[in-house]
């Protein structure tokens, strides 16, 4: 699919030049932009169609699923908007946010955090219910996961690369828990974000092929604010917000 949709944004002068080939032959190629809305739209194909296997009319996680799809299916809109538009980055710290809204709205896990042991006796207790900070919390997570693949935007292949490795380690994290644990609710929040990862990943490496150096197409800010969304969202439902974080920091 992404070398036929290269040849019809190429039609529509959706393109750019390789800077990390600049004074060569190369140099002059044009390279097809947006090419993650390919990468985006076959996510969302995959994920749908999975539910139908996977859930009951009446499972608990359903709505959380379907509002986690519709963040990301957001994000992607928001990012094909950027690189049409060219949107500045004062608006683009704020559409991960925007984007994030339908998954915070269905959001109804806990929103307490476990006070660190030399600090409970100051504040006099173990847990804190941060309630509605705690959602904005979530949001401004968002922020930082999309903005953390979008910021190395421009050298071939690092964006992509550095989803499939946090992918990878997510994904080992997850079977790691789910293994070492006992509580059917916990299990299933950790396999929750396997079902949002295994299909990222697997549509990242189609596209590393692609934007590997030498790169035949750029990915845009559609596939980095996709891959971002995508891994905070299955984050945020697989309860690891904060070992998410540390992923991105490492990667």
């Known amino acids: 699919m992404i070398p ?3 040849k019809y944004v190429l039609r529509r002068n959706l393109f750019g030049y390789d800077i990390n080939k600049k004074g060569t032959p190369d140099g002059s190629i044009k390279v097809p932009e947006s090419l993650g809305i390919v990468i985006g739209i076959v996510f969302l194909v995959v994920t749908i ?10 499972s608990n996680w359903l709505v959380e699923y379907n509002a986690a799809l519709a963040s990301v299916c957001f994000m992607i809109l928001l990012g ?14 704020v559409l991960p946010s925007i984007a994030a809204l339908p998954l915070l709205m269905a959001y109804a896990g806990h929103t307490t955090i ?11 207790l173990d847990i804190l219910d941060l309630g509605w900070i705690y959602k904005l919390y979530m949001g ?12 190395h935007a421009g050298l071939n292949g690092l964006e992509v690369g550095q989803t499939v ?3 990878c380690a997510i994904l080992i994290h997850n079977v790691m828990q789910i293994g070492a644990s006992t509580d059917p609710e916990y299990k299933q ?10 299909p990222l990943l697997a549509t990242s490496l189609a596209l590393l092929s692609f934007n590997w150096y030498p790169s035949s197409v750029f990915v845009g800010d559609t596939y980095t604010y996709f891959a971002g969304m995508t891994m905070a969202v299955a984050g945020i439902l697989g309860h690891f917000r904060c070992v998410s974080r540390i992923y991105y920091i490492i990667a």
Do not use: E, M
Request: glycine share 2%; proline share 6%.
């Open 114 to 124: 476990i006070i660190p042991k030399p600090l409970v006796p100051y504040i006099g």
């Open 140 to 151: 401004l997570l968002a922020v930082f996961c999309t903005n953390s693949i979008n910021i």
């Open 165 to 167: 490795v946090i992918s």
């Open 4 to 6: 036929v949709a290269s």
């Open 49 to 58: 169609l999975f539910q139908y296997f996977n859930f009951t009319a009446d």
């Open 189 to 198: 929040a950790h396999a929750f974000s396997i079902y949002l990862v295994q």
């Open 80 to 93: 094909f908007v950027d690189d049409v538009l060219d949107v500045p980055w004062r608006v683009k710290l």
